[in-house]
């Protein structure tokens, strides 16, 4: 499977932005999907993932309350909302895709996206 990030830009203390996963290729499998971001200098860190079926939903502590994922299996397409965003949430976004639980580790993760920079102003 290829994954498409979309989405990212600036944005100002307490904005909002929405990211986009498109996945193509061999969609038809059923794959948990989710987002992890990478400051410069740092490692890659969870940040939310959702079951195939949308059915379960699992966040990071630090975005609990202010991010939302989503996704539409019929365009096989995952989101990311963004909501009350904080300078310490600025970061390279990367989706992410495996047939398996990832839970919150990238080294399980069999399937990443490009990156989708995220640039939050104070």
């Known amino acids: 499977v290829q994954l498409q990030a979309s989405g990212g830009g600036l944005v100002q203390a307490g904005g909002l932005l929405r990211l986009s996963c498109a996945a193509s290729?061999?969609?038809?499998?059923?794959?948990?999907m989710g987002w992890f971001r990478q400051a410069l200098g740092l490692e890659r860190h969870f940040v939310a993932s959702?079951?195939?079926?949308?059915?379960?939903?699992y966040y990071a502590d630090s975005v609990k309350g202010r991010f939302t994922i989503s996704r539409d299996n019929a365009k096989n397409t995952v989101y990311l909302q963004m909501n009350n965003l904080k300078p310490e949430d600025a970061a390279v976004y990367y989706c992410?895709?495996?047939?398996?639980?990832?839970?919150?580790?990238?080294?399980?993760?069999?399937?990443w996206g490009q990156g989708t920079l995220v640039t939050v102003s104070s």
């Open positions: 992410a895709a495996d047939e398996s639980n990832f839970y919150n580790n990238p080294q399980w993760v069999g399937h």
């Open positions: 290729g061999r969609t038809s499998r059923n794959y948990n």
């Open positions: 959702i079951s195939w079926s949308g059915g379960s939903t």
